[in-house]
C-alpha cells in the first residue's frame, strides 16, 4: 500500500487543472496529460525520463486531496478495525492477557497451532464488538452505525455523530504495531490510516490512453473521465472552504468528492448509483479492469494470445492416417517452422528458398546468425540469396508433411483435446482429420472449427513427440481403456466383411491386403475356389501370437450371446469383428488387448489397416439407408395399430377403476399418483410393443438392423420410433398434462383424459406424426435442449473450479503427492502408485491375460506348490498388499510350468514398474479432467425414484456438484440403517425399531387440536394413529411435560394443556406451536421410513438424515449405518470417516450414470477436500480460496478485494504453483517443468 | 463423560479406519523419510471423533491404516492440530 508520502515521492507532477489538452492540442500543464505524465505518440519524448513511448514506463502524478476520503476496497477493514479499538486510545478492546495469549499463537509458537493462526483477527473481533468499556483506558464506547457504503455514524447519549474520514484516520494513526499484527496486518507494508486517502495517485497516461477517432476528435479513456470529475470536485471544495462556505455546503461537497473516488476505484458498489460516459454506458474503473473473464487477470494475464496458429473448420478424411492432420495448402504456406541450415539440407533449403513466401513449398523468412531477419517478399531476386545461404542459417519454411503439430477443439475438457498430429498437406480450405479420432476431441462436421499449433522449438516438438502423439491417447488416463477405435460405417464394414459367408477373390484379397499395408506372402485360401473369406483378411492384420475371446456386441443382440469371437494365433477363427472388438470407449476389447500387450504404436497401425479396409470394403459393397428399409408389411402395421389401441383401451379401464375406487393401490402414493404411474407404465409397454414389432419384421439383412446391432449407429428404440411408434413425449419426466385450463392445448376439451391429449404420439416418424403430436414431439424436443444448455454452464463452472483447485498437484520425486508449497495430499498416488493412463483398466498389469498367452507357448509338468508359492514371493515383493494376493491366487490355479510361471512373474514385474506413476506428472489436473469431463454427459434430472417412488435422491451432476460444494446438509438427505440381532431378520422386530427412528411428533398422533386463545390447548388424540407409531397417550405427556408453561390433565385421548398464566393469542399460538413440533418418538429430522430387505437382512431407508442420534438407537447395526450427508458424518465419525463416504458418495454418483472413471481419481479429490482436517469446498471458499499464492486466488474468482487484502497483510508471493507463473510469463512448474537446478554456493552455509 | 460416550460409539463403524497415535520416534522417521515439517502433513483436529477417545494432544501424530480399494491396505498420516 502507498502512503501519502510514498504517494507524493512517486509523483513527477500534481494535478490540478481539470482540463487535459488546451486549444492548441497541447496537454496542458498540470492537467491529466500532463508530459511529465508519460508518452503516448510514437517520437514523443517523456518530459521526465526523456525516453520515447517504446523505452518509457509512464509516471505517476498526484492530486493533493482537499479533504480526506475513504478508499473503498479497503472499506470493510475500516469498518472491522472501528468495531475492534477504542474510541479514545485506540487500542483493541480486548483485556492484554487475551492479547499475550493470542500473540503468542500468532508467533508460531507450536507447530500444532496452523489452523488457530487463522482463527486470531476473528476471535479479536469477536471479543471485542462485546465490550462495552476499553479494557485498557476504561472510556466507555458507543454503538456504530455503517450506513453502505461509505458512511460511519457513532451513536453515543447525546444522539448520533457522522465519523469522518478525518477523524477515522486520526484513530487509526494511534493503533500500535503489535496490534495491528495480531489482526493479521503487515504495519510495515500497510498502516490502516492508509485507508483514508489524502493524496490520490493519478496513474500514467500509458495505462489510461486517449484515442484517436477518424473524424479527429480526441476520446479519452474512462478513468481520465473520472479523474476529471475528481479534480474538479476538490477545486471546488478547496475554494468554498477558502471562500467560508457553510459547513453542509461543505458537507455535500466532501460527499461529493467521496462519491468520485469510490467510483473511481469500483463503479459497481452498490448502496451508489453507477458513473455513467455521456453516452449512458457505465464508466469501466479499476475494479472493472480488474474483475472477471474478460478483466486483466483472467481475460489478459492468465489468456495468453499466441503466434503460429490458425483456425479453420473441419472436415472428416477416412483416407487419412490416424495421426494425421490435412492442413490446407493456403494455412500450409503462412505457418512457418523453423529450420537451422546444416550441409546435410543446404540443397534442399536452397531449393525452398527459392521458391519464396507464394510458392509452396517455399521459405518466408531467414534469420541471418547476426539475427538479421529477412522478409522473403520484399526480395526480388531470391535465386541469389538462395545462393549466399551458409551453415547456421535459420529458415522459416512453410508446413510440411511429416512436420508435428499440435491440434485441438474446444471446450479442451481433457487431455485429449490437444493431441499432436503429423501434417498432410491437402488442397482445400479445411482442416481434414480421421473420423477415429471424433470421440477424444468430441468433434463432429457440423460446422465445428479446430485451432492448429506449430511448436517451434525443438524441445517443443520432442515434448509434443513424445507426449502427445494420437497413438499415445488410445488409452483414455479417465479409466484406463481405449478411447479411440472404430465408429459409424467402420463397425458396419468390419462387420460385412468378416461374417460368416464374405468371400473375396484373389484380386480383391489381395487390393484390400495391399490397401491395409500388408506386406507378407497370401496365406493359403480359406474358401472354395481359390477365394479367400473376410475373416482371413482381417487376421493379416492381427499379431501372429494374439489370442483372445470375447462377445461381440452382434451376437449379444441376436443370438443372446456367447464367447463367439475365438482369435488363436492371430486368426479369427469365428465371430464377428464389431463395435466390441474394435469399437471406441470399449474396454477389454481386441483393440485395448492390442494396446496393452504390444504397445501404442502397433495398435495404431493395426486400427489404420482395419479401418481402412473396412472403409473400402464398405465403399464397394454399398450399404445405404433409406426410407424403403423402414417399410413394414401390412400385417405388422395392423399388430402395432391394435396393440396401440389395446394398450389405449387398457388405459380407459384404468381410469373407470381409479373412479369407482377399486384401483390397486402402491404404497407410499396417493390413488391419483398411483393412476399416473399404471399409466405411464402401460403406455411405455405400448410404444415398446410397436418397437418390438416392427424391429422383428424387419430382416437380418436390413441395414437399420444391422448398424443397430453392431453398435455402428442407432439402437433398436430408434427403429422403433421410426417405423412403430413414437410413445409417450413427457416433459420434466412427465406426461404432458398442464398447459391451459385443464388441458395441455386448446385443441382439446377440458379434462380430455385420452392419452392422445396428453402426449401420446401413436405415429411414427416414417408416417409422420399429426400437427398435434408434432406439437407435443416439440416441447419434449424444447425441454432437451434447454437441458443441454442448463447442463453445459453448469459442468462447465464444476470443471473450472475442480482444475483451479487441483492444478499445482503433482507427484514429487518421493511420490508422495504434494501442492508446490510441499503440503501432503497423499503419501503415495492412489494408494498404489500405479499411473491409470499407463495401467490396463485400472489394474498394474492383468496376470491373467499373461498367463493365457503363455500358456500356449508353456511346455512341461506343472509346477508344484512349493515352487508357485516360491515364484510368487520372489516377484511380487514389491507389489501392494491386494496385488501380490491376486497374483498368488492366479499363480497357484493356472497349472504351467516352473519356466512358465518364472516367465509371468518377470514380465509381471516389468509391467507392474512400467505402470507407475512418474515424477512430476500432473497428477491435479488429470484427476480434475477426469472428474470434470463426464459431467457434460450427465443427466441433469435432479431426481429419481429409488425402489417404488417412496424415496428419491438426488443424482447426476447437481450431486456430483453438491458434493465438490461440500454442502452442510444434500437436498435429499436418506439413511440407509442396517440392522443387528433380531431385528435383522424378524420383520415384527425391524419394525418396532423403525417406529424408533421414524420421527413421530405430536401433530402426528392428533385427530384434532383445539384452543381458547387465552388460558387453554385441547389435543385430541387419534388412537389408530397412536397405534400404527406405536405411542400411548402417557408418551406424549413425557414429551411434553418438560415444557413448564402449562399443566397437563389427562382425560384419556383427551389432553388439556392449561397455561400457567393467562397470555396473548400469539403467545398461545407460539405454545400451540412449539407443542404440536415436539417429538414423542424417533429420531427427529427423519421424516419417513421404508423397510427393504437387503442380503437376506432388514434394512430400513429413510427420508432425512440424523446420524449421531440413529446411532444411539438400539438395535441398530452401529458400524453399518449411512448416510448421504458427508458434513455430518465428519462431524460425527471424524475427517477419515468423511474421507471414506466422500469416497464411496462420489463412485456411486457416477458409476449410477454409466460414468467410469478410475478410484484414484475420487480418492485424490477426497483426500484434498480432508487434507486440513476439516472439510473444504472445491471452489472459492475453500481448497481454491486457500491457495497460498496471492495471484492464483486473484485470478480464480474475487480479484480486487482478494488483492486488497493481499496488501494488507503484506503477503509474498513465491511463483510455485501453475496460475501465477503463467501469469508471470515463466514455465510452469509441472511435469517436465518440475526439474530445476540448484546450486550450493557455500558448503559453510550448512548449518 | 460425552468424551466417554463417543470412545464406544466412534471406533466400530465401517467407515472409521484404525487411528493410532504414534511414538516420538516413529514420528520423527516418517518425517525425515517425507522430508517435511510437520505442518505439511494432512492435518486433523483435536477435537476430531475419531481420535477423542484416544488422549492425544496438538502436536501428536497419528497413524491411520486405510483399507483401499485400489491396495488392499494404506498407511496415512495425519499431525493433530488445535481448532
Same mark, same amino acid.
Given at each position: 500500500m502507498w502512503s501519502p508520502t510514498e504517494t507524493r515521492r512517486y509523483s513527477v507532477a500534481e494535478i490540478t487543472a481539470p482540463e487535459t489538452y488546451d486549444e492548441d492540442g497541447l496537454p496542458v500543464q498540470g492537467g491529466l496529460m500532463d508530459g511529465r505524465l508519460g508518452t503516448l505518440e510514437a517520437g514523443q519524448k517523456c518530459l521526465t525520463c526523456g525516453n520515447t513511448a517504446a523505452r518509457c514506463p509512464g509516471h505517476f502524478g498526484h492530486i493533493e486531496l482537499a479533504e480526506p476520503v475513504l478508499h473503498i476496497a479497503f472499506i470493510d477493514n475500516i469498518h472491522k478495525l472501528l468495531l475492534g479499538t477504542c474510541r479514545s486510545c485506540s487500542r483493541l478492546r480486548v483485556p492484554q492477557d487475551d492479547l499475550d495469549r493470542l500473540s503468542k499463537v500468532r508467533r508460531r509458537e507450536a507447530a500444532y497451532t496452523v489452523i488457530s493462526q487463522k482463527r486470531v483477527p476473528e476471535q479479536i473481533l469477536e471479543k471485542a464488538k462485546k465490550s462495552k468499556d476499553c479494557p485498557h483506558c476504561g472510556k466507555p464506547q458507543y454503538e456504530l452505525i455503517f450506513t453502505k457504503p461509505t458512511i460511519f455514524i457513532e451513536k453515543d447519549d447525546t444522539g448520533e455523530h457522522r465519523l469522518l474520514p478525518i477523524t477515522i484516520r486520526e484513530r487509526f494513526s494511534q493503533i500500535t504495531d503489535t496490534d495491528l499484527e495480531l489482526l493479521g496486518y503487515d504495519p510495515a507494508t500497510a498502516r490502516p490510516e492508509w485507508f483514508v486517502l489524502q493524496a490520490l495517485p493519478v496513474p500514467p497516461v500509458t495505462v489510461r490512453p486517449s484515442i484517436i477517432l477518424e473524424t479527429g476528435i480526441r476520446s479519452e479513456d474512462d478513468l481520465t473521465h473520472k479523474m476529471v470529475d475528481i479534480i474538479r470536485v476538490n477545486q471546488r471544495l478547496k475554494e468554498s472552504k477558502e471562500a467560508g462556505t457553510p459547513p453542509l455546503i461543505v458537507q455535500d461537497l466532501v460527499d461529493l468528492l467521496q462519491y468520485h473516488t469510490t467510483t473511481y476505484f469500483d463503479n459497481e458498489v452498490s448502496g451508489i448509483p453507477q458513473a455513467h460516459h455521456r453516452s449512458g454506458r457505465p464508466l469501466k474503473t479499476l475494479t472493472q479492469r480488474l474483475k472477471g473473464k474478460e478483466g486483466r487477470f483472467r481475460g489478459s494475464l492468465s489468456g495468453k494470445r499466441v503466434d503460429f496458429s490458425s483456425r479453420t473448420v473441419i472436415s472428416p478424411d477416412p483416407n487419412l492416417d490416424l495421426s494425421e492432420v490435412g492442413v490446407p495448402e493456403s494455412v500450409a504456406m503462412k505457418l512457418t517452422m523453423p529450420e537451422i541450415v546444416t550441409e546435410w539440407n543446404v540443397e534442399r533449403m536452397r531449393d525452398l528458398v527459392v521458391n519464396g513466401p507464394d510458392l509452396y513449398p517455399g521459405v518466408n523468412y531467414i534469420v541471418r546468425p547476426d539475427g538479421v531477419k529477412i522478409r522473403l517478399?520484399?526480395?526480388?531476386?531470391?535465386?541469389?540469396?538462395?545462393?549466399?545461404?551458409?551453415?547456421?542459417?535459420?529458415?522459416?519454411?512453410?508446413?510440411?508433411?511429416?512436420?508435428?503439430?499440435?491440434?485441438?477443439?474446444?471446450?479442451?475438457?481433457?487431455?485429449?483435446?490437444?493431441?499432436?498430429?503429423?501434417?498432410?498437406?491437402? =488442397?482445400?480450405?479445411?482442416?481434414?482429420?480421421?473420423?477415429?479420432?471424433?470421440?477424444?476431441?468430441?468433434?463432429?462436421?457440423?460446422?465445428?472449427?479446430?485451432?492448429?499449433?506449430?511448436?517451434?522449438?525443438?524441445?517443443?516438438?520432442?515434448?509434443?513427440?513424445?507426449?502427445?502423439?494420437?497413438? +499415445?491417447?488410445?488409452?483414455?488416463?479417465?479409466?484406463?481403456?481405449?478411447?479411440?477405435?472404430?465408429?459409424?460405417?467402420?463397425?458396419?464394414?468390419?462387420?460385412?466383411?468378416?461374417?460368416?459367408?464374405?468371400?473375396?477373390?484373389?484380386?480383391?484379397?489381395?487390393?484390400?491386403?495391399?490397401?491395409?499395408?500388408?506386406?507378407?506372402?497370401?496365406?493359403?485360401?480359406?474358401?472354395?475356389?481359390?477365394?479367400?473369406?473376410?475373416?482371413?483378411?482381417?487376421?493379416?492384420?492381427?499379431?501372429?501370437?494374439?489370442?483372445?475371446?470375447?462377445?461381440?456386441?452382434?451376437?449379444?443382440?441376436?443370438?443372446?450371446?456367447?464367447?463367439?469371437?475365438?482369435?488363436?494365433?492371430?486368426?479369427?477363427?469365428?465371430?464377428?469383428?464389431?463395435?466390441?472388438?474394435?469399437?471406441?470407449?470399449?474396454?477389454?476389447?481386441?483393440?485395448?488387448?492390442?494396446?496393452?500387450?504390444?504397445?501404442?504404436?502397433?495398435?495404431?497401425?493395426?486400427?489404420?489397416?482395419?479401418?481402412?479396409? $473396412?472403409?473400402?470394403?464398405?465403399?464397394?459393397?454399398?450399404?445405404?439407408?433409406?426410407?424403403?428399409?423402414?417399410?413394414?408389411?401390412?400385417?405388422?402395421?395392423?399388430?402395432?395399430?391394435?396393440?396401440?389401441?389395446?394398450?389405449?383401451?387398457?388405459?380407459?379401464?384404468?381410469?373407470?377403476?381409479?373412479?369407482?375406487?377399486?384401483?390397486?393401490?402402491?404404497?407410499?402414493?396417493?390413488? $391419483?399418483?398411483?393412476?399416473?404411474?399404471?399409466?405411464?407404465?402401460?403406455?411405455?409397454? $405400448?410404444? +415398446?410393443?410397436?418397437?418390438?414389432?416392427?424391429?422383428?419384421?424387419?430382416?437380418?439383412?436390413?441395414?437399420?438392423?444391422?448398424?443397430?446391432?453392431?453398435?455402428?449407429?442407432?439402437? $433398436?428404440?430408434?427403429?422403433?420410433?421410426?417405423?412403430?411408434?413414437?410413445?409417450?413425449?413427457?416433459?420434466?419426466?412427465?406426461?404432458? !398434462?398442464?398447459?391451459?385450463?385443464?388441458?395441455?392445448?386448446?385443441?382439446?376439451?377440458?379434462?380430455?383424459?385420452? =392419452?392422445?391429449?396428453?402426449?401420446?404420439?401413436?405415429?411414427?416418424?416414417?408416417?409422420?406424426?399429426?400437427? !398435434?403430436?408434432?406439437?407435443?414431439?416439440?416441447?419434449?424436443?424444447?425441454?432437451?435442449?434447454? +437441458?443441454?444448455?442448463?447442463?453445459?454452464?453448469?459442468?462447465?463452472?464444476?470443471?473450472?473450479? !475442480?482444475?483451479?483447485?487441483?492444478?499445482?498437484i503433482r507427484l514429487e520425486y518421493d511420490n508422495t503427492v504434494r501442492d508446490p508449497h510441499g503440503h501432503i495430499i497423499q503419501f503415495l498416488y492412489g494408494e498404489d502408485g500405479i499411473d491409470v493412463a499407463k495401467s490396463d483398466h485400472g489394474e498394474a498389469f492383468n496376470v491373467h491375460r499373461l498367463i493365457e498367452s503363455q500358456r500356449i507357448v508353456d511346455s512341461g509338468r506343472a509346477a508344484s506348490a512349493a515352487d508357485v508359492a516360491a515364484i510368487a514371493e520372489k516377484y511380487t515383493g514389491s507389489f501392494n498388499p491386494r496385488l501380490r494376493s491376486t497374483v498368488a491366487e492366479a499363480l497357484g490355479g493356472c497349472g504351467l510350468s516352473r519356466g512358465g510361471l518364472e516367465k509371468v512373474g518377470r514380465k509381471g514385474l516389468d509391467l507392474y514398474d512400467k505402470a507407475k506413476v512418474e515424477p512430476g506428472q500432473a497428477v491435479g489436473i488429470v484427476?480434475?479432467?477426469?472428474?470434470?469431463?463426464?459431467?457434460?454427459?450427465?443427466?441433469?434430472?435432479?431426481?429419481?425414484?429409488?425402489?417404488?417412488?417412496?424415496?428419491?435422491?438426488?443424482?447426476?451432476?447437481?450431486?456430483?456438484?453438491?458434493?465438490?460444494?461440500?454442502?452442510?446438509?444434500?437436498?435429499?438427505?436418506?439413511?440407509?440403517?442396517?440392522?443387528?440381532?433380531?431385528?435383522?431378520?424378524?420383520?415384527?422386530?425391524?419394525?418396532?425399531?423403525?417406529? @424408533?427412528?421414524?420421527?413421530?411428533?405430536?401433530? @402426528?398422533?392428533?385427530?384434532?387440536?383445539?384452543?381458547?386463545?387465552?388460558?387453554?390447548?385441547?389435543?385430541?388424540?387419534?388412537?389408530?394413529?397412536?397405534?400404527?407409531?406405536?405411542?400411548?397417550?402417557?408418551?406424549?405427556?413425557?414429551? %411434553?411435560?418438560?415444557?413448564?408453561?402449562?399443566?397437563?390433565?389427562?382425560?384419556?385421548? %383427551?389432553?388439556?394443556?392449561?397455561?400457567?398464566?393467562?397470555?396473548?393469542?400469539?403467545?398461545?399460538?407460539?405454545?400451540?406451536?412449539?407443542?404440536?413440533?415436539?417429538?414423542?418418538?424417533?429420531?427427529? +429430522?427423519?421424516?419417513?421410513?421404508?423397510?427393504?430387505?437387503?442380503?437376506?437382512?432388514?434394512?430400513?431407508?429413510?427420508?432425512?438424515?440424523?446420524?449421531?442420534?440413529?446411532?444411539?438407537?438400539?438395535?441398530?447395526?452401529?458400524?453399518?449405518?449411512?448416510?448421504?450427508?458427508?458434513?455430518?458424518?465428519?462431524?460425527?465419525?471424524?475427517?477419515?470417516?468423511?474421507?471414506?463416504?466422500?469416497?464411496?458418495? %462420489?463412485?456411486?454418483?457416477?458409476?449410477?450414470?454409466?460414468?467410469?472413471?478410475?478410484?484414484?481419481?475420487?480418492?485424490?479429490?477426497?483426500?484434498?477436500?480432508?487434507?486440513?482436517g476439516y472439510m473444504q469446498q472445491i471452489g472459492r471458499h475453500g481448497v481454491a480460496g486457500t491457495k497460498d499464492s496471492v495471484l492464483a486466488r486473484a485470478a480464480f474468482e474475487i480479484t480486487v478485494p482478494t488483492i486488497a487484502h493481499a496488501a494488507l497483510g503484506g503477503e509474498i508471493e513465491k511463483l510455485k504453483g501453475v496460475t501465477e507463473n503463467v501469469i508471470v510469463g515463466n514455465n510452469i512448474p509441472i511435469g517436465s517443468g518440475t526439474v530445476d537446478l540448484y546450486m550450493q554456493v557455500s558448503k559453510k552455509r550448512q548449518k | 463423560m460425552a468424551a466417554k460416550k463417543q470412545r464406544i460409539l466412534v471406533p466400530d463403524h465401517d467407515y472409521v479406519p484404525k487411528h493410532e497415535i504414534m511414538s516420538k520416534n516413529e514420528a520423527e522417521e516418517v518425517l525425515e523419510r517425507y522430508h517435511c515439517n510437520p505442518t505439511e502433513l494432512p492435518l486433523i483436529l483435536v477435537d476430531d471423533p475419531a481420535i477423542v477417545g484416544l488422549g492425544v494432544k496438538p502436536g501428536d501424530m497419528i497413524r491411520i491404516t486405510r483399507a483401499s480399494s485400489t491396495a488392499g491396505q494404506s498407511t496415512y498420516y495425519r499431525y493433530v492440530v488445535e481448532v
Open positions: 517478399d520484399f526480395v526480388e531476386d531470391r535465386s541469389t540469396i538462395a545462393k549466399t545461404l551458409e551453415m547456421g542459417y535459420l529458415i522459416e519454411r512453410h508446413l510440411l508433411d511429416g512436420d508435428i503439430v499440435m491440434f485441438n477443439r474446444q471446450p479442451s475438457l481433457h487431455q485429449m483435446s490437444i493431441m499432436a498430429h503429423y501434417v498432410k498437406v491437402l =488442397p482445400g480450405k479445411t482442416f481434414r482429420l480421421h473420423p477415429s479420432v471424433c470421440p477424444p476431441y468430441n468433434a463432429d462436421f457440423d460446422g465445428d472449427e479446430m485451432n492448429l499449433h506449430v511448436p517451434q522449438s525443438e524441445e517443443a516438438r520432442a515434448e509434443a513427440i513424445l507426449l502427445m502423439r494420437v497413438q +499415445d491417447q488410445l488409452i483414455s488416463p479417465r479409466y484406463g481403456g481405449p478411447i479411440i477405435g472404430g465408429l459409424r460405417d467402420f463397425i458396419t464394414g468390419s462387420f460385412l466383411l468378416t461374417r460368416d459367408g464374405t468371400v473375396l477373390s484373389r484380386e480383391e484379397f489381395s487390393n484390400l491386403a495391399m490397401l491395409g499395408g500388408y506386406g507378407g506372402s497370401l496365406p493359403a485360401p480359406g474358401a472354395p475356389g481359390g477365394a479367400f473369406t473376410g475373416k482371413q483378411l482381417f487376421s493379416l492384420f492381427l499379431p501372429k501370437d494374439f489370442n483372445y475371446v470375447i462377445t461381440s456386441k452382434w451376437s449379444k443382440g441376436t443370438r443372446g450371446g456367447e464367447k463367439d469371437v475365438v482369435i488363436k494365433n492371430g486368426e479369427l477363427i469365428s465371430g464377428v469383428i464389431d463395435k466390441s472388438s474394435i469399437g471406441a470407449e470399449e474396454p477389454e476389447s481386441v483393440l485395448h488387448r492390442i494396446a496393452k500387450d504390444y504397445g501404442n504404436a502397433p495398435a495404431k497401425r493395426f486400427l489404420n489397416s482395419v479401418l481402412i479396409i $473396412a472403409k473400402q470394403f464398405i465403399t464397394h459393397y454399398g450399404f445405404s439407408y433409406g426410407y424403403a428399409d423402414l417399410e413394414l408389411p401390412e400385417r405388422a402395421r395392423g399388430e402395432i395399430f391394435d396393440g396401440i389401441q389395446g394398450s389405449y383401451d387398457t388405459v380407459y379401464d384404468l381410469m373407470s377403476q381409479y373412479k369407482r375406487g377399486d384401483l390397486k393401490l402402491t404404497r407410499g402414493l396417493s390413488p $391419483a399418483e398411483a393412476l399416473e404411474a399404471h399409466i405411464v407404465n402401460e403406455l411405455s409397454k $405400448a410404444r +415398446d410393443a410397436a418397437g418390438g414389432i416392427a424391429d422383428s419384421s424387419l430382416g437380418h439383412t436390413n441395414a437399420g438392423k444391422i448398424m443397430a446391432s453392431t453398435g455402428a449407429r442407432g439402437s $433398436a428404440l430408434n427403429i422403433g420410433q421410426m417405423a412403430g411408434s413414437l410413445g409417450q413425449q413427457s416433459r420434466r419426466g412427465q406426461r404432458l !398434462l398442464r398447459g391451459y385450463s385443464n388441458r395441455a392445448l386448446p385443441h382439446f376439451r377440458e379434462n380430455d383424459d385420452d =392419452p392422445s391429449a396428453h402426449g401420446f404420439v401413436k405415429s411414427n416418424y416414417r408416417d409422420g406424426l399429426s400437427a !398435434l403430436e408434432f406439437f407435443f414431439h416439440a416441447m419434449a424436443g424444447r425441454e432437451g435442449l434447454v +437441458d443441454t444448455a442448463v447442463r453445459t454452464q453448469q459442468s462447465g463452472y464444476m470443471q473450472r473450479r !475442480l482444475i483451479n483447485a487441483l492444478e499445482h484427476t480434475a479432467q477426469s472428474i470434470g469431463e463426464p459431467g457434460t454427459q450427465m443427466t441433469l434430472r435432479t431426481f429419481h425414484f429409488a425402489g417404488i417412488r417412496e424415496r428419491n435422491v438426488t443424482l447426476g451432476l447437481p450431486r456430483l456438484i453438491e458434493l465438490v460444494d461440500a454442502r452442510k446438509k444434500p437436498v435429499t438427505p436418506t439413511m440407509d440403517i442396517h440392522l443387528e440381532g433380531e431385528a435383522a431378520s424378524s420383520r415384527e422386530a425391524a419394525i418396532e425399531v423403525a417406529l @424408533d427412528v421414524l420421527q413421530t411428533s405430536v401433530s @402426528d398422533l392428533l385427530a384434532s387440536s383445539d384452543t381458547d386463545y387465552s388460558t387453554h390447548i385441547t389435543l385430541e388424540l387419534d388412537p389408530r394413529a397412536m397405534g400404527d407409531r406405536g405411542c400411548a397417550a402417557g408418551d406424549v405427556v413425557d414429551a %411434553l411435560s418438560s415444557n413448564k408453561k402449562f399443566k397437563i390433565e389427562e382425560h384419556g385421548n %383427551l389432553l388439556v394443556l392449561r397455561l400457567a398464566e393467562e397470555s396473548e393469542t400469539s403467545a398461545v399460538i407460539a405454545v400451540r406451536n412449539k407443542v404440536h413440533g415436539t417429538t414423542v418418538r424417533g429420531v427427529p +429430522d427423519i421424516e419417513r421410513v421404508t423397510l427393504v430387505q437387503k442380503d437376506g437382512g432388514w434394512v430400513i431407508q429413510t427420508t432425512g438424515s440424523n446420524l449421531s442420534k440413529v446411532l444411539a438407537v438400539r438395535g441398530i447395526d452401529r458400524s453399518r449405518v449411512e448416510t448421504n450427508n458427508v458434513s455430518e458424518i465428519a462431524g460425527t465419525l471424524g475427517i477419515e470417516a468423511a474421507r471414506n463416504a466422500l469416497i464411496r458418495q %462420489l463412485h456411486t454418483t457416477l458409476a449410477d450414470q454409466g460414468l467410469e472413471v478410475d478410484m484414484r481419481y475420487i480418492m485424490l479429490v477426497a483426500d484434498l477436500m480432508c487434507s486440513r | -
